[in-house]
Each structure stands twice: as structure tokens, then as C-alpha cells.
């Protein structure tokens, strides 16, 4: 057993022994001292077995620039001597020295600029450390860094032409209707969003307009977006009511495996003489706003339940005539679940964004998005869908084309 | 502006534009514009990726050339109205200034070049100082020392636009910006020849060059004073690549003469 006293001998013959020279010249590091322009005056022994130089080599001969690769040398000059120079210190640094050999050593380098009582700069201290291992690690790290950052891109790529199939590419042009959309997926848009819309004919003055949102986002919330917007467009042609339409995409959705669910209103809209009867369906799904000159923006239609979830769904039907400037806005909850700190955009600054843009259907859904994303500050927390449909406030002048779509029933 | 513009000096003095290299930013005249101010209007600027420039501002294709850059120093003359210019270009802002010469004859009376390069890059009896690989490694010795930034780093550094001094807690962002524009940069700059542009500026010229500077070599200062029409050479005594970090008195001196002659 050591004694304390023992122990305490050791201890200071070592002090002893590591007296300031020795400290300096075999310390665990590489030190080097230079002039002020670089030239190396000074430099310690684990530097030189590092590096394989003798003394003779490098004091008064070399300047520090001179041990570095030639890259290296660029960026010396280019950001660490301006550092250096301009903040006194640089820390970590990191650059390859070249030693007697050839072989490239790479170090991290910790430098301080020595001045006099004047300020003028007088002497560099430069710590190297020995950073082989370290640098291999860092450069699997940056490979695997570069790597992730062109997975993400792909999926991004990927995740931007899937949402391209889930949404009509251009809406039809409907003769006597006025019909815009607008869609704003959440954040940067690197995900697939869940919302969708589809605007399509059935037969002359015959349309058939559907909004929805399935719940969640990404590949598995597309599948139910494209399983809910191809089972709509083949149900049409020959179911006619929207709440039979929504109880069979309610069985499809269900028999499908898949846990999520959506929320959809569906409209059949039929050109009547002069204007447009509209019957609509609401799965789960927020009301539409009614538009009409004179009155505020009110909701209508029936709730119904959501779509994929209950097999005893309900849904009922809801019809009224839209007249000459009269609208329907129909919006998923992104629009009044836009948040700003603990605030919701809500149903009132809806409206009242819907009552500010009514003039046309292009200026409801540019307006009220612009609105929606104003009050998140650009960068929507959850995807925006909007679809707006409105009669022409003027008669239309192509009273021809008026006639060929005569109202089918 | 994108380019974080400074002007001091006096007003309705000669006009003094400078223009920072590749690495840092405006503030790499700290120690040589003041001396300017009594008897010219100053303007100092970043590049765009640099400094307090705008980094939103950044669009790889525009500053994929030194044109790009060069349209930028054109943009700021024309914004502020400045004519009669003496403008000033340190390291890769000499060949922009040159560019930037012949697309507005006239527009600088004249033009002080530091450590200027009109190719970095040896090709044949041309020795520039570097061979293609080096500039591989630079690239690589960006990337290893740009491992610090992350990308929550990026707002505090533009947010850092105005800087009346550089002090402790600010240092951070001085000679760092956003890899990727710091790479581009690297690429541009030393991957650029515009040798056959030098006989072609007419201006009155200046180049300072440095006795041991490894990245615009006494060679390549040569060269440039040999090819261009209206030049002077005057060797400075100062070694490396910076003589208006590390010897700002005789930087000044030498262009104070040029410009008073």
C-alpha cells in the first residue's frame, strides 16, 4: 500500500521533472510560433516528429503557408489569416499539413495573435492537433450528410408529382359558371398533402365539383386521396344523388385496408334556365359559404358523417338554385385551422375575407388564400384547399353556347 | 439593397468604391477606407453570400460567372448615381471590376487592383499557381471547415447585417457564410480566366502586388501590369494576401499616390 506521504513525493517529482521546457517541447500537441507575416521562429518537438521536419528546416526558413496543401493555402490566406488578423484568435481550424514525406497530416489548428503594449501584432501561437481520425469520421460524416440531402430531394421531387396527379391539372371550363381552386400545401410542400378536389362533367349542364381532406399526409394519405377521387368519378356515372354517391365511397374506403379516413362535400350542380340548381352531400366536412349580393357569407348543407369510418353512415341531401352573382365557396379546414400563435384564422375572419373578395371566383380563392396565409406569416401549418363556384353576374354574352348546354332535366 | 451597402466620407468627393475578395467581406477594408473618408465619398459593399449581404438574395445561375458579380458592382453605381469612380478590387474583385469596366466604359476614372489573378490555374507556359486538384482541395478544406454552420446558424448570420464594428460576439460570422455559396464562390473564382480580357480595359490601373503571396503570385501581378494597356506595378514589401489586413499603412500610401497623381 502507498503511502500519502509517498504518493505526495511522487507527485511533485514529476512536477519537477515536467519543468517549462520540457512541457513545451513534448507536449501532446504541436506548437509553432511565427511572425506576423508567418514566417516560423519557433517550433516545438512533437511538431517535428509529427511531421518529420527537422528544426533546420523550418526556423527562419519556412513560413507556416509553406507546410500546407495547396488548397489549404487558399483558404490560409483567404479566411484564417483574415480571422486571425481581424479577431486576434481562430479556433479549430481545420487544414492538412505536409510533411517532410509528402504525407498529408490532417490537424486542427487553434491560432492567437500575440501583440505588443502598442497593439501592433507581434508573434503567432498556433496549437496543432493531430486530427487523422477525426477528419476520416467528419468525411463519412459529410458523405452521409450529402447523401440524406439528395434523399430528401428526391422525395421531395417524388412527393411534388404525386400531389400534381391528386388534383385536375386545369379546371374545366364550365360555360355559364365561373369556377377557380386554389391549392397550398402545408409548410415548404415537401410532403403529400391529404387534401384533394376534382371538378368533371356527366353530361351537357351536368357537373360534378367535390372537395375533401383525407386524414394525415404523406404516401399512405395519397393512397386514399387517389382511391376516394377515381371511386367518385366512376360512381357518378350512374348514381346521381351525392349522399348515395358518399355511401359507397364510405363502402369503398371502408373495404379498403387502410386506417385513414376523409372528409369530402360532394355537389351535382345542373344548368336549370337561367342559372344552376346544386344538390350536395356533406361527409364530415365544413360547411360551404353562400355568397349573395346584399347578405352576409352564410354556411349551408346538412352534416353528414365522416367518410371510411361507420358502416351505418349517414348523409343527406341539400339542393337550392344559385342566381345571377350568387357563389359557393367550399374550403378545408387548413383555411379556418390556420394558426398564429394560439389564435385560429376562424370562421369570422372567413367571412369576412369572403365578404372583401366576392367579385369573382378567382378573386374568392386568391383572396382568402392570400388571407389564410398572411395570418400564418407565409408558411401554412396544414394543406389549404379551396373551391369556388359562382354565376356570372352579367348576362353571358355567348347566348349560343348558352343553348347548347339546355338543362338536361 | 441586397448588397449591404455602406457610403461614408464626404459628400461630393470622388467617388472610392470597394470591393471585397473571396473569403470575407466589407469589413476586410476596415483598416485601409477610413483613411479615404477626409477627401472621398466611400462605398463599401458585401458580394451577395457574403457578409451582410442578403443570402435569399443568392441565385446560383446569376453568380455563376464573375459577370454575375460584376452586374451586381454595375447595380450599385447605378443606384446610387455614382460617376468618375475609383474603384478598388482586392483578390477575385479585381477581375470583376475589370468586367465590370468593359461593360460600362467610362465609369470608373480608375481602377487600384490588389493581388489580382487572371487565372488561378497553370495552363501551359501560363503559370497561375495552382493546378485543378488544388481547387478540389479547397473545396474539400471548405467543406471540413464549414462543419459548424448548421442551418439554424444561417438567420443570426443575416440577420448580422449591420455591423458598426467588429466585435467579440460578432466575429462569428466574419469569413463564414452558407457552404454552399461559399463553395460556388471558390468554384467561380478559381476556375475563372479572363486573361484575354486585360488588353481590352483602357482605364488607368494600378496593381498592388505582394512580395510572397501565394495565391496571386509576383508572376501573375506581372503578367496582369504586362497586359493591361494604362497599368502601374507597385510591389509592396508586405508578403501574403491580404496587404490591406496585414499593411494597411503601406496600402494606403500606394493608392493615395495613385489616385492624387
Redo the contacts between chains.
Keep these: 500500500m502507498v503511502s500519502r506521504e509517498a504518493a505526495n513525493e511522487a507527485f511533485y517529482r514529476a512536477l519537477l521533472d515536467d519543468d517549462p521546457e520540457k512541457l513545451y517541447e513534448q507536449a501532446p500537441c504541436g506548437y509553432l510560433s511565427t511572425t506576423?507575416?508567418?514566417s516560423i521562429v519557433k517550433v516545438n518537438t512533437t511538431f517535428l516528429t509529427w511531421t518529420g521536419y527537422s528544426r533546420e528546416d523550418l526556423v527562419g526558413v519556412r513560413?507556416f503557408?509553406d507546410l500546407l496543401?495547396?488548397?489549404?493555402?487558399?483558404?490560409?490566406?483567404?479566411?484564417y489569416?483574415?480571422?486571425l488578423?481581424?479577431?486576434g484568435t481562430v479556433r479549430?481550424?481545420?487544414?492538412?499539413i505536409v510533411a517532410s514525406d509528402g504525407r498529408r497530416l490532417p490537424v486542427l489548428l487553434n491560432a492567437a495573435l500575440g501583440r505588443d503594449p502598442d497593439g501592433n501584432p507581434v508573434a503567432v501561437r498556433v496549437a496543432v492537433f493531430d486530427a487523422s481520425e477525426r477528419?476520416e469520421y467528419?468525411?463519412e460524416?459529410?458523405r452521409t450528410k450529402q447523401r440524406a440531402e439528395v434523399s430528401e430531394a428526391r422525395a421531395t421531387a417524388l412527393a411534388r408529382t404525386l400531389q400534381q396527379t391528386l388534383i385536375p391539372p386545369a379546371l374545366p371550363a364550365i360555360p355559364d359558371l365561373e369556377v377557380a381552386a386554389v391549392y397550398r400545401p402545408a409548410g415548404t410542400g415537401a410532403e403529400v398533402g391529404g387534401d384533394f378536389y376534382d371538378v368533371f362533367q356527366i353530361g351537357t349542364g351536368d357537373w360534378v365539383v367535390a372537395l375533401g381532406d383525407v386524414c394525415g399526409k404523406g404516401a399512405e394519405a395519397a393512397v386514399v386521396t387517389a382511391l376516394a377521387r377515381y371511386t367518385l368519378r366512376a360512381i357518378a356515372v350512374r348514381v346521381s344523388d351525392p349522399s348515395q354517391m358518399l355511401h359507397e365511397l364510405n363502402d369503398a374506403v371502408l373495404r379498403h385496408d387502410t386506417e385513414r379516413y376523409c372528409t369530402v362535400a360532394l355537389l351535382r350542380l345542373r344548368q336549370s334556365n337561367d342559372g344552376w340548381t346544386v344538390t350536395m352531400s356533406l361527409g364530415g366536412h365544413p360547411s360551404p359559404l353562400l355568397v349573395r349580393a346584399g347578405h352576409p357569407p352564410t354556411g349551408w348543407g346538412e352534416p353528414g358523417s365522416l367518410v371510411g369510418v361507420f358502416e351505418s353512415a349517414t348523409y343527406a341531401d341539400s339542393a337550392l338554385r344559385l342566381d345571377h352573382g350568387d357563389a359557393l365557396l367550399l374550403y378545408t379546414d387548413g383555411v379556418t385551422e390556420g394558426r398564429r400563435g394560439n389564435e385560429f384564422f376562424g370562421e369570422d375572419r372567413l367571412r369576412l375575407s369572403v365578404t372583401a373578395h366576392a367579385g369573382s371566383a378567382t378573386s374568392l380563392t386568391d383572396g382568402v388564400v392570400a388571407d389564410v396565409l398572411e395570418f400564418q406569416n407565409g408558411m401554412p401549418r396544414d394543406d389549404i384547399a379551396l373551391v369556388a363556384l359562382r354565376v356570372p353576374t352579367a348576362a353571358v354574352p355567348l347566348t349560343a353556347s348558352r343553348e347548347r348546354y339546355s338543362p338536361t332535366s | 439593397m441586397r448588397n449591404n451597402v455602406k457610403v461614408s466620407g464626404r459628400a461630393g468627393g470622388q467617388v472610392m468604391l470597394f470591393a471585397h475578395?473571396?473569403?470575407?467581406d466589407q469589413?476586410?477594408w476596415?483598416f485601409v477606407a477610413p483613411a479615404f473618408e477626409d477627401d472621398f465619398r466611400v462605398v463599401t459593399f458585401d458580394h451577395v453570400g457574403a457578409g451582410g449581404s442578403d443570402l435569399a438574395s443568392y441565385d446560383p445561375q446569376r453568380y455563376s460567372t464573375l459577370q454575375g458579380y460584376a452586374d451586381d458592382v454595375l447595380e450599385i453605381c447605378r443606384k446610387l448615381d455614382l460617376r468618375d469612380v475609383v474603384f478598388v478590387g482586392h483578390?477575385v474583385s479585381a477581375m470583376i471590376g475589370l468586367l465590370a469596366d468593359l461593360a460600362a466604359p467610362g465609369l470608373f476614372a480608375k481602377q487600384v487592383l490588389i493581388g489580382p489573378s487572371p487565372r488561378y490555374i497553370n495552363d501551359g507556359t501560363y503559370v497561375g499557381?495552382?493546378?485543378p486538384e488544388?481547387?478540389?482541395?479547397?473545396?474539400?478544406?471548405?467543406?471540413?471547415?464549414y462543419?459548424?454552420w448548421s442551418s439554424a446558424m444561417a438567420p443570426v448570420i443575416m440577420g448580422n447585417s449591420d455591423r458598426p464594428e467588429?466585435g467579440?460576439e460578432l466575429?462569428d460570422s466574419?469569413?463564414r457564410t452558407d457552404p454552399e455559396i461559399a463553395r460556388a464562390f471558390?468554384r467561380v473564382t478559381?476556375t475563372s480566366d479572363n486573361r484575354a480580357d486585360l488588353a481590352k480595359v483602357s482605364t488607368p490601373t494600378l496593381v498592388l502586388q505582394c512580395t510572397?503571396?501565394?495565391?496571386a503570385p509576383v508572376a501573375v501581378g506581372r503578367y496582369v501590369h504586362d497586359h493591361l494597356p494604362d497599368s502601374s506595378l507597385v510591389m509592396l514589401t508586405?508578403?501574403?494576401?491580404?496587404p490591406n489586413?496585414?499593411a494597411p499603412a503601406e496600402t494606403i500610401d500606394a493608392i493615395a499616390e495613385f489616385v492624387r497623381s
Design positions: 506576423p507575416d508567418g513560413s503557408v496543401t495547396p488548397g489549404g493555402r487558399i483558404y490560409h490566406e483567404t479566411h489569416a483574415p480571422m488578423r481581424m479577431q479549430e481550424i481545420a487544414l492538412e477528419r467528419e468525411r460524416l459529410l | 475578395g473571396f473569403g470575407c469589413n476586410m476596415r483578390s499557381g495552382f493546378e488544388d481547387i478540389d482541395e479547397l473545396l474539400e478544406s471548405l467543406d471540413s471547415n462543419l459548424g467588429l467579440a466575429t466574419f469569413c471558390a478559381f510572397d503571396d501565394v495565391i508586405a508578403s501574403g494576401h491580404c489586413l496585414s
